[in-house]
């Protein structure tokens, strides 16, 4: 008896590993979704999330021209699409490419621990920015003096 419930747990239905990736990856995009979408409505002046949502529905190509800004709107128009949509999409942007720099630094050392600070790279470009603001070398390569040594050095 125990060995026809082992045949029938280990051939039950598992799901598959392709639509279960499918849909993690479809709540993490809502999820992101709702993150910038709260993002871009919270701050100085309070924005609410439908008039987020109208501001950046009429500038995007598919839906842009159906969609119609009321006098309210026009007055968010340029806190939402002029300062804070570029500001939180540079936000996910500058986090990616931190996050794909992270998995090539392990998946270049074959280390999951690996982080630039456990191998030296922060440390380098420490002592390259040091150098670079003792010799006076902020000035130089049009103001990028010192990140341009302290790069240097972290490649060392």
């Not at 598992?14 to 990736?21: D, F, G, H, K």
């Not at 968010?76 to 942007?93: K, S």
Request: hydrophobic residues 55%.
């Amino acid at each position: 008896m125990s060995n026809h419930k082992n045949n029938t747990a280990s051939s039950g239905a598992r799901p598959n590993l392709a639509l279960r990736l499918l849909v993690g990856c479809a709540v993490l995009l809502v999820l992101l979704t709702l993150a910038l979408a709260f993002d871009v409505s919270y701050g100085e002046s309070n924005v609410p999330l439908g008039a987020v949502a109208r501001v950046v529905g009429s500038h995007l190509p598919a839906i842009g021209r159906e969609i119609h800004l009321a006098e309210s709107d026009l007055n968010y128009e340029t806190i939402v699409w002029g300062i804070r949509v570029p500001r939180a999409v540079l936000a996910l942007l500058v986090g990616a490419i931190l996050a794909m720099a992270g998995v090539a630094l392990q998946g270049l050392l074959l280390n999951p621990l690996a982080d630039p600070y456990t191998v030296g790279v922060s440390s380098g470009a420490a002592l390259g920015a040091g150098i670079a603001m003792i010799l006076g070398l902020a000035k130089y390569a049009g103001g990028y003096g010192v990140p341009a040594l302290a790069f240097v050095f972290a490649m060392g």
